[in-house]
């Protein structure tokens, strides 16, 4: 039986962001440019020519956390690699914006999606700010024109949240969706943090609000994944698509524990009475409905009734709750988060974590099975699990103040 270490620790944290990490080793790093995107089991590189905006931008955020806990030179060149890369290749020449995905073949890029998305531009702005904060050039200026290219592409003012794709020209599309709300969250605490310009965290504040509270109240209290124009709840959106890797229907538990995180991230820097109460409503709820008291973790979605819709065991889903069970548990000082935090951990650490190979599986079945080969395909790169690990570290080595102090306890 596998040992367990000490998940509270922020030294078995800092080790195992930096242990997840050298799965991407030199093999990796595309000299042509940019990083490889899909990745066996083993670590082997299955794909070398095809590239998508979300591994490109979470490869620069993993290296640059892998060099911020570990320092060492190689990572913050390797970021600085991923960054000019995303800027070089995916940025389009003829139009504002960037490539969805792209064809990668001896130093020439070949579009092959030239949808622009609100999501995509997220994980841009968070690459650029996290670049920032370890000093890469350039990164600053990303940061903000990709702002402003959202705030000109994408924000609807009169709904004070973004739309979620259009066509190379600028047309949107009509459909809205949460998710790319929430990254943008995310990408915009991260920009406040590394800058210290206000208007990042109000316009965080303000999707924030807007998801969990005003739209939440059109769906039961949860966070509803999809949208019409005039952001009504679109109740049959993929419905036979349960398990899409962006746009999946039900309602999603981890996205529920990734905003209750939000949620205690934004606290810290602007709080507000409604908080953490709803960052606790968010993950009690997604705990009581989906995880399984059977086999552990965290089943990928549920039904509007309740009912599970898909049983599978995504990666991503355990981690996004590890870390808001660790936040809510040093901001409200309830000794239940901590329990949930141990529990999500212990079955990780026995299901999800390769400890012969490297890195997380990605997906298991409801019984715990992985069923391919493929660790990591494009939009993985362990970005979840060891940006967890990294948002848990920062709150117990102090760089965040999540502990609830009296004065704060009046205002909560």
Known sequence: MTTHPDFRSPDFLRSHVL????????????????????????????????????????FVITCATAFELGGKPEYKERAAHALQFLENAFR????PGFHWTLRWDHGQAAPL???????????????????QRIGIGGAAELLQSTYALAEQQFFDAHAGLYADDASPAGVLSGYRGQNANMHTCEALIAAFET?????????????AHNITVRQAALAD????????????????????????????WGYQPGHFTEWSKLLCQLDVHMPRPWHIPKARELFDRAMHTAWDGVHGGIHYGFAPDGAICDPAKYHWVQAESIAAAAL?????????????????WDYCWQHFVDHQQGAWFRILTGENFNLTREKSPAGKVDYHNMGA?????????????LVTTPSKQQSL
């Open 92 to 95: 389009d020449a003829e139009s």
């Open 113 to 131: 999606d030239r949808t622009r998305h609100m999501y995509g531009l997220a994980f841009v702005m968070l690459a650029a700010a996290r670049a």
């Open 328 to 344: 809510l548990a040093l901001r409200t000082g309830d000794p239940m988060y901590w329990t949930w935090y141990e529990r999500i």
């Open 221 to 248: 209290g949860g966070v509803w994944e999809h949208y019409r124009a005039d952001w009504s709840p679109d109740w049959d959106y993929n419905r036979e698509d349960r398990s899409n890797i962006f746009r999946p």
């Open 195 to 207: 800058t210290r310009e206000p208007h990042y965290l109000a316009r965080a504040e303000l999707l």
């Open 19 to 58: 242990d997840v990490m050298s799965f991407y080793g030199p093999q990796s790093v595309d000299p042509s440019g940019g990083m490889y995107h899909f990745y066996l089991d083993d670590g082997t590189v299955y794909d070398r020519t095809t590239r998508h905006l979300v591994s490109a931008t979470r």
């Open 389 to 401: 690990c990294y948002d848990v570290w920062r709150a117990l080595i102090g760089l965040n103040d």
